[in-house]
């Protein structure tokens, strides 16, 4: 199996279903000519044209209800967020439309549209540049969303999410862009929506993540096992469907869990995964289900205060050995 | 006597849109009692006096044009071809509604007769129309999108990125602004810089024209037009159309901005009133056999809603339906 970065896994994905599928065009700010803010676009216009390879006006909440449009007109758009905080313009297209249109027209249609958007914190981008969004899409029913963690996945995922007849919002991880990985070559390795996986197991305590926090969820239980504590590892891949079967079981049978979660604390997706498990596992967890969250402030630009605001591998080992301590 | 009428469209298709009017007004009328007995609830925002543009426009469009619209749409999804008993259903909540009773009066849909929806949040529809003319252009069809939206829509950004994109992207978009000179309460002049809606398309090197909207007969050469421009153009285009509804903004609205001089002064310009007589100066069609038309379209609506109230309600399990594929 080759190795690739999770950008040019994501770069693959779109080439592969755009070569497989005609009625896949990609749009979005400099995706076209410019290749992308990120170069996740890279090489698309000169292999497949300007007619299906859209460079767009910087009109955000256009770019998803063009994408709207486009899908009940026949297409199946691939649009691009130049990152997740510029999703907060599209929020009316995305939440009073995207999400809508399908149920409040009585299932007359659907919306084939994967909506990408590069996200999350640690690049010093400050305080508009470093949101984890996540959790806003997660609440709203009518939208699927996908946030890889690994190139295979990036890959997989991302062609699920084309194929799929729903609209997706596909979260991708600026800082795992340059992250390497094992990526089946084969055109029709799909990742499916709604089944989390088990990249590592254990017995003594389950960490759920998603994207990057999965990565140092993997590298918080690397260490953990030099101290002889052996944990397991689900990365949940799809927030919806949310697979909570795999994290239930997991938490079942090790009786504690660690929640990580990028976005802020409050409120944020980590309470309802750990109030899912509490509500499954109640009588056989042995300790309460802790989280490890992004601190409820707006982003400082100083990298000395922005590691503090996201979680580090040290505080998911800090929180795994708390958890570890508590008896009840 | 010559008819003027009669050079522009066939006796037939004259009284077709006669019996579309009447049959628009017979619908909200209708609609307005059902709501005042309880048997219509929500949001209702109701058509009455702004037939002509629904029915001169729909005219104006070749079948499979798109339609667009925003909550006050009832009128153009039935001239469309919408069956009122579905959509009475529908309005009423019932499981034979247009949209299985989940889309309720604001919400109306059908894309078997490329009637693309009706809208609720103010604006909402613009980038939609967009992307389905993006879409047939891409799929080379023959077809365009036409977009409707009140006065009220244009101080939204949908608006400007619409425009902007329709034109930029060369997409086949008829803009039709429904100009009756109310958001809501706020009167045009006091949330528009430039109340002359047309004069916007400049800005984004669309042309524009400006019509009497409650002249069905202007609506339908303007549109039929526009139409045929957009179509050998692959470019946008907008009309705006001056109306004017008779009822308030909604069914909760007394209508106290407006002084009852102007409601007069407009009604005085009924669309229906005004073609009818026409028809009767130019010969086409006798009183009586005008007043046989409206009679046939209540009994059509009487028929609507008594299919509505008949109909049963959703089940139970259609509450997790019809949300993913």
Known sequence: MPEMTYRDAINLALKEEMRRDPSIVVLGEDVALYEGSFKVTRGLLAEFGEERVKDTPISENTIIGVSVGAAMGGLRPVAELMTVNFALLAMDQIVNHMAKIRSMFGGQTYLPITVRAPGGGGSQLAAQHSQSLETYFMHCPGIYVAMPATPADAKGLLKSCIRDNNPVMFLEHELLYNSKGEVPEDPEFLVPLGKAAVMREGKDLTIVAYSRMSVLALQAAAELEKDGISCEVVDLRTLNPLDTETFIASARRTGRAVVVEECWRTAGLGSDIAFRIHEACFDTLLAPVRRVSGLDVPMPYSRKLEKLCIPQVETITAAVKEVLSEKY | ?325
């Open chain 2, 1 to 325: 006597m010559d008819s003027k009428l009669r050079a522009i469209l066939p006796d037939q298709e004259l009284l077709k849109l006669y019996q579309q009017m009447v049959l628009s007004r017979e619908f909200e009328e209708s609609c307005a009692e059902q709501y005042t007995k309880g048997h219509i609830t929500g949001f209702l925002h109701l058509y009455s006096g702004q037939e002509a543009v629904a029915v001169g426009a729909t005219a104006g469009l070749h079948k499979d044009d798109y339609i667009l619209s925003a909550y006050r749409e009832h009128a153009q999804a039935i001239v469309r071809g919408a069956d009122p008993k579905r959509v009475m259903a529908e309005l009423f909540g019932k499981a034979t509604g247009i949209c299985k009773g989940k889309g309720g009066s604001m919400h109306l849909f059908d894309p078997g007769l490329s009637f693309m929806g009706g809208y609720a949040i103010v604006g909402g529809q613009f980038p939609i129309a967009v992307g389905l003319a993006f879409a047939a252009k891409y799929r080379k069809e023959d077809r365009i999108s036409a977009c409707f939206f009140g006065d009220g829509a244009v101080n939204q950004g949908t608006f400007h990125e619409g425009l902007n994109w329709a034109r930029l992207w060369n997409l086949p978009v008829l803009f039709v602004c429904e100009n009756n000179f109310y958001g809501i309460g706020t009167e045009v002049h006091r949330s528009s810089a430039l109340a002359d809606i047309h004069k916007r398309a400049c800005g984004y090197d669309i042309p524009a024209v400006r019509i009497d909207g409650m002249d069905v007969m202007a609506v339908y050469e303007a549109v039929k037009w526009g139409v045929d421009w957009v179509r050998e153009n692959s470019r946008p285009y907008l009309i705006e159309a001056m109306t004017y509804r008779f009822r308030g903004h909604s069914m909760a609205d007394p209508g106290k901005y407006r002084s009852a001089a102007e409601v007069e002064l407009w009604k005085a310009r009924d669309p229906i009133v005004g073609f009818a007589k026409r028809l009767a100066d130019e010969r086409i069609a006798t009183g009586e056999q005008l007043e046989v038309i409206r009679e046939k379209a209540a009994a059509i609506v009487q028929e609507a809603v008594k299919f509505a109230e008949e109909s049963p309600w959703p089940e139970d399990d259609e509450v997790y339906k019809d949300i993913y594929v």
